[in-house]
């Protein structure tokens, strides 16, 4: 069964980047066919998509402070947030997409394995 | 935009059933949506995907009393004798190009 792990640290300063990583067990090796995703969740709200790769392509919609990287090599893949504030504080989750051909159409839909998440709160 | 929406909370009694909606921007009733469950101080688990024609895929382990259904551009969650721990927030899920989007969740108390 496929195993998603979020890591890095907990308590990031104001303006900092926010640096974490997903590493993926229980499965094929990952490869730059597979889609992965970041998603948070601030305390006490609901979900938030933060962004998503696939190969060396990524997209998000935190308009330039977000980059999103596979390593292969590593069998994970990272999220980098920029100039973060209070604002970010939140549960990180990392995920994978489902991806299939729909009768002609390739599609990347929406995330069908989780991560169990990780508490990263910013604060000086 | 792409939004979908959610009741906020809903409620039923201890084997009952309990239908969540999850309604898509207006002029895509074609849209597939996902299904995920958020039990208290967990992270959220996939439960099913649901096309617009009302087939749904269920992750490995979903339970057979969960299914989903559509029409339009609702897409529903049925949940059938409803358990305890079926007491969670629901959330459900869309896409486009180059994008992802939650719902703001579906909180079910069960009676």
């Known amino acids: 069964q496929l195993q998603l792990q979020e890591s890095g640290p907990g308590l990031v300063k104001p303006s900092q980047t926010l640096s974490l990583t997903c590493t993926v067990s229980?499965?094929?090796?990952?490869?730059?066919?597979?889609?992965w995703g970041w998603i948070r969740q601030p305390p006490g709200k609901g979900l938030e998509w933060v962004g998503s790769v696939h190969g060396n392509t990524y997209w998000s919609s935190f308009e330039g402070r977000v980059t999103v990287s596979v390593d292969t090599t590593k069998n994970h893949f990272s999220l980098q947030l920029t100039s973060v504030t209070a604002a970010d504080t939140a549960v990180y989750y990392c995920?994978?997409?489902?991806?299939?051909?729909?009768?002609?159409?390739?599609?990347?839909?929406?995330?069908?394995?989780w991560g169990q998440g990780t508490l990263v709160t910013v604060s000086s | 935009q792409l939004v979908v929406t959610q009741s906020p909370s809903a409620s039923a009694s201890l084997g009952a059933s309990v239908k969540l909606t999850c309604t898509l921007t207006?002029?895509?009733?074609?849209?597939?949506i996902a299904w995920h469950q958020q039990q208290p101080g967990k992270g959220p688990r996939f439960l099913m995907n649901?096309?617009?024609?009302?087939?749904?895929t269920k992750a490995d382990g979903t339970p057979d009393r969960f299914s989903g259904s559509s029409s339009g551009a609702e897409r529903y969650l049925i949940i059938s004798s409803l358990q305890s721990e079926d007491e969670a927030d629901y959330y459900c899920?869309?896409?486009?190009?180059?994008?992802?989007?939650f719902g703001g969740g579906t909180r079910l108390t069960v009676l």
């Open positions: 229980g499965g094929p090796r990952i490869s730059i066919d597979n889609y």
């Open positions: 995920a994978r997409h489902w991806s299939g051909m729909v009768g002609r159409t390739w599609v990347v839909g929406g995330f069908d394995s």
């Open positions: 899920q869309t896409w486009g190009t180059d994008i992802q989007v």
């Open positions: 649901v096309n617009s024609d009302g087939s749904h």
């Open positions: 207006s002029g895509r009733t074609t849209a597939a």
